[in-house]
């Protein structure tokens, strides 16, 4: 979530009142409670003084001292809260190891508690890693909040909250947490009704702050016993006695102290006594909870606004003064639901239009639209989400855009199309396949009810997308048949060319797939949606496939220039796909940078699991081209046991055949001994009828048995076309060339050697002969081949053969001539990913210097987000939790950059 777009209001603290009578007792105790407890809490009903207390002691608080305020609404939920604690933790520099924002994204995407713990985990260390001596959070009308995961997310953090911060709870009831055991071990402080009412001498007090009102001191006994000492209660009274020239109406409202119709009852005195301007600018400004002077003259049409806010403020009325560079109002809750009340019955036609403007100045679009549905404007409602939903979703939204969408009536829902596209398009960024499927298709049938040709088109773009990811070919194929003969919308005809990609793909027509993802790349030139360029995001299995890889590093370059330096979800994917195409370019070194990065958003982004799986299947191969065996069984176990939990069993024999399939290429990369290939290859599904198996092919040559292997190879080759995923085209013919050459068919094998070694400069596909490994490729450098192999193709051989030797640290083979140009072109060792880049020395030199993330930012003219990443980088490369610690490694380390 974007803490921009959050309202400034909701982590503003109020201001201490200047006529606020003295209360001791509860000040000491509650300023005690806040030093020294791991929670306080003060529960009391509306009117108890509860933000004016926690306001006192806020003022009194140490300059500097972390205070984080969130005033909790009626809409928020796990998500919102845990992005508006984050927008108020944003002043103290916090060492956040993931941005918060995307924390508070997955909270939203994850089902069950997974991100909910992930996410107050990564909260909890970053509290730890402050380096101030103690800190507040306070959560503010937390009664507001029905959401079981807001309570569970209070749960976990209380739990685990940092010694040197207190957590603060204010609500009219008793919240749904788990108390005892804090209240067992003196850890929790509780504030409520006894602690809160005034007392006698309290009241008298209060009295002496208002106008004389003769007779005033005699009554106070009675209308203590009335109010029971409710702060709230007491002042209405006084503005009744005074607004009613001495007539006290208590009479008429039931005994019950606090009962909500004594509040009524006297609050409407307070409202009819108003002069009318103002009486007719407070209802209708009831649509805002907060008050500003240009919300509310946008609201009201007002002019005099900010006088009127002055009035409001001057006359001490129900509301709370925010410690804001404007003056703003928060209407108390219960004063506000009485000028709703009488909105409804002074102006019942106009509240439709005061919920459009006030829709009007709200900046969050979620927000905006909420409003809208409130006034029964479905199409605003629906034309702010269409603006909004590609920036919504690229930045990871895509459950509090469905929340969003199901909150519109059913009947306009089903029949939008818009809403069901965009809806659909949200299931597709949770991984939610078939749900995707079925809302296009209800989307299609809607657009096709209303006659909305474009509308039906994209839909029907989307669903080819939807119908080849859950396996329905077919249907796909049928459609883009369909479409062939129709003129289409540039995004609908992107789409259609991309699920015909798909389609060459998933039938291993390479050539075509070439071809068709040219057009892909060039109908992207036109289209300025960063998300359509998401939406067609290749596969990470295209970077291995000759011809393709050289497109989708295209690709990867154009969307991460168009992604601006913004951290996005959609940038962990991409440093994944170049980690692939860097890896089967033969840029070793490149890949497993490119795999950092990637990693490296994955974990800021909180995005990890989306693509871990993609990271580890360019990894496993890294870690084999260097030799690392340890390393290339863990993945290849995290590999294979990924979708145990929810794959279909259907699903689950072909996820774990694909993962035999890598673990033997990769084990036979590494020299694995035959039986341990033997056990993965039992895993992978026997290759069909008339094909023969490569991997059969390899377990011959790894038992020794070179004539059978040589023959099983040699029948691979005019099959090789089929198997040019994931760079296995190139490898196999070396290998045949190996396995035919020990068998003494060396005209075969040079033959084969002839067809393979010019496609890999002519494809940058250095990456896929290193799969050959160090033994195969020595043996067919040192070989003295006949004239059909030229001599540029014999120094590529050698270059290889040393490439992939260095790799492992082995001794290189002594070249049979001069070192070729062409091995100056593979690239070196690079320098380790655990030093510090320059600008990250930079950035720990800043916070060695006592400058803030916005000193820091605009020093070096970054934005501050790019600063907290800086931090957390350098603080993952050195093993420090605090930039405290951060800035003593300096001191200690002047002259150098890692550790």
Not at 166 to 181: E, G, N
Not at 283 to 292: C, I, N, P, Y
Request: hydrophobic share 50%; glycine share 6%.
């Amino acid at each position: 979530m974007d803490f921009t777009a959050l309202a400034a209001t909701k982590i503003q603290p109020p201001r201490a009142r200047s006529a606020r009578i003295a209360r001791p007792a509860l000040d000491a105790a509650l300023r005690e409670a806040l030093r020294s407890k791991r929670l306080v809490l003060l529960v009391a009903p509306a009117g108890f003084g509860k933000t004016s207390a926690l306001a006192t002691q806020i003022a009194a608080m140490q300059r500097g001292a972390p205070l984080a305020w969130v005033a909790l609404d009626e809409d928020d939920d796990a998500l919102r809260l845990f992005a508006t604690l984050g927008a108020a933790l944003e002043p103290f520099d916090l060492p956040w190891r993931r941005a918060p924002e995307a924390l508070a994204g997955q909270l939203a995407e994850s089902e069950g508690e997974g991100g909910l713990r992930a996410a107050v985990a990564e909260l909890v260390n970053a509290l730890a890693g402050s380096d101030a001596p103690h800190g507040v959070i306070v959560f503010d009308d937390l009664h507001r909040v029905a959401s079981p995961e807001v309570h569970a997310l209070l749960d976990a953090l209380i739990e685990r909250l940092p010694s040197n911060w207190t957590v603060v709870i204010s609500s009219r009831i008793a919240p749904r947490l788990a108390l005892a055991r804090w209240r067992a071990g003196d850890e929790l402080a509780e504030f409520g009704q006894d602690a809160l009412r005034f007392t006698l001498a309290e009241a008298r007090a209060l009295a002496a702050l208002e106008p004389p009102l003769p007779g005033l001191e005699q009554r106070l006994p009675e209308l203590m016993e009335r109010t029971q000492g409710w702060p709230a209660g007491l002042r209405l009274c006084f503005a009744a006695l005074r607004g009613k020239a001495g007539a006290m109406p208590l009479a008429a409202a039931r005994p019950a102290a606090l009962d909500r119709s004594l509040f009524d009852y006297l609050a409407s005195e307070i409202i009819d006594e108003m002069p009318i301007a103002l009486h007719d600018f407070m209802v209708r400004s009831a649509v805002l909870r907060v008050l500003t002077a240009g919300t509310a003259a946008a609201v009201t049409g007002d002019a005099r606004a900010a006088q009127r806010l002055e009035e409001i403020e001057r006359r001490g009325l129900f509301v709370t003064a925010l410690d804001a560079d404007e003056r703003t109002l928060v209407l108390h809750e219960l004063f506000r639901d009485a000028l709703e009340e009488r909105l409804r019955k002074r102006f019942p036609d106009e509240l439709p239009q005061l919920l459009r403007r006030a829709a009007a100045v709200e900046r969050d679009p979620l927000r905006r639209a909420a409003l809208q549905l409130r006034g029964g404007d479905w199409a605003a409602a629906e034309a702010t989400l269409v603006e909004a939903c590609d920036e919504l979703l690229l930045q990871g939204l895509a459950a509090e855009l469905g929340r969003v969408i199901a909150a519109f009536p059913p009947a306009w829902h089903e029949q939008s199309p818009r809403l069901l596209r965009m809806e659909a398009v949200a299931e597709c960024m949770r991984w939610h396949w078939d749900r995707m499927a079925a809302l296009l298709e209800a989307s299609v049938e809607a657009a096709r009810l209303r006659g909305d040709e474009a509308e039906l088109r994209v839909s029907q773009g989307m669903l080819l997308a939807a119908w080849n990811a859950i396996g329905q070919s077919e249907r796909s194929a049928a459609l883009l048949s369909e479409l062939e003969g129709c003129t289409l919308p540039p995004l609908a005809a992107l789409l259609a060319a991309d699920a015909r990609c798909m389609l060459h793909f998933n039938a291993g027509e390479f050539d075509a797939l070439r071809a068709g993802f040219e057009g892909v790349m060039q109908r992207l030139a036109a289209q300025d949606s960063l998300l359509a360029w998401w939406m067609v995001s290749p596969p990470i299995t295209w970077a291995g496939i000759p011809g393709v890889g050289a497109l989708v590093e295209r690709y990867c370059d154009e969307a991460l220039r168009r992604c601006r330096g913004r951290e996005l979800p959609m940038r962990a994917t991409l440093h994944a796909l170049q980690a692939a195409t860097a890896l089967w370019a033969g840029d070793i070194e490149a890949a497993r940078e490119r795999a950092a990065e990637a990693q490296a958003d994955a974990r800021w982004l909180a995005r990890a699991p989306e693509i871990e799986v993609a990271l580890h299947q360019v990894r496993v191969f890294v870690d084999a081209l260097h030799g690392e065996a340890d390393a290339v069984r863990q993945r290849l176990d995290l590999l294979f046991h990924h979708e145990d939990r929810a794959a279909e069993p259907g699903r689950l024999r072909f996820w774990r055949g694909h993962v035999a399939g890598i673990a033997v290429r990769a084990l036979d990369l590494l020299g694995s001994d035959a039986a341990t290939l033997a056990q993965w290859q039992a895993q992978h599904p026997p290759a069909g009828a008339g094909r023969p198996d490569p991997l059969a092919a390899r377990l011959l040559a790894a038992q020794g048995r070179w004539a059978e292997a040589a023959e099983a190879f040699a029948a691979l080759l005019p099959h090789v076309p089929s198997f040019e995923l994931m760079g296995q085209g190139i490898e196999l013919h070396l290998r045949a060339a190996h396995a035919l050459l020990r068998a003494g068919r060396s005209g075969e094998a040079e033959a084969a050697l002839v067809r393979a070694l010019p496609r890999v400069p002519e494809w940058r596909a250095h990456g896929h002969a290193l799969m050959a490994g160090p033994a195969v490729l020595r043996a067919l450098a040192a070989q003295p081949w006949g004239p059909a192999l030229t001599p540029a193709a014999r120094e590529l051989l050698v270059a290889l053969a040393q490439r992939s030797a260095a790799l492992r640290g082995e001794v290189q083979i002594a070249p049979q001539r001069a070192e070729p140009a062409s091995v100056a072109a593979l690239p070196s060792e690079a320098e380790s990913p655990s030093s510090l880049s320059g600008r990250e020395r930079e950035v720990l030199e800043r916070i060695a210097a006592g400058d803030s993330n916005k000193l820091i930012a605009r020093a070096l003219d970054i934005s501050p987000h790019t600063v907290k990443r800086h931090v957390a980088n350098i603080l993952d490369k050195l093993a420090l939790q605090s930039r405290g610690q951060a800035a003593a490694w300096l001191r200690a380390n002047p002259r150098t950059s890692s550790p």
